[in-house]
């Protein structure tokens, strides 16, 4: 499966060796935790779960704390 993705501001082209891609294999691609990162598809937070097609419109956002 071929995934547009946007992330840090650049939308990037991801490619899965599976039909099924969820949003945890998405953040797995980029290195990312659940703890650091969510992922929102079609404008809605995704769990991590949840499976996506490659017609989502896709945005990895990486989480911001301080203090």
């Given at each position: 499966?071929?995934?547009?993705?946007?992330?840090?501001?650049?939308?990037?082209?991801?490619?899965?060796?599976?039909?099924?891609?969820?949003?945890?294999?998405?953040?797995?691609?980029?290195g990312l935790s659940p703890e650091h990162a969510f992922v929102a598809v079609n404008g809605e937070l995704a769990q991590e779960d949840d499976t996506v097609r490659e017609k989502d419109n896709i945005k990895v956002i990486n989480a911001i704390s301080g203090g």
């Open positions: 499966m071929i995934l547009k993705v946007k992330y840090r501001g650049k939308e990037q082209i991801i490619e899965f060796d599976k039909d099924s891609v969820t949003v945890k294999d998405i953040l797995n691609y980029f």
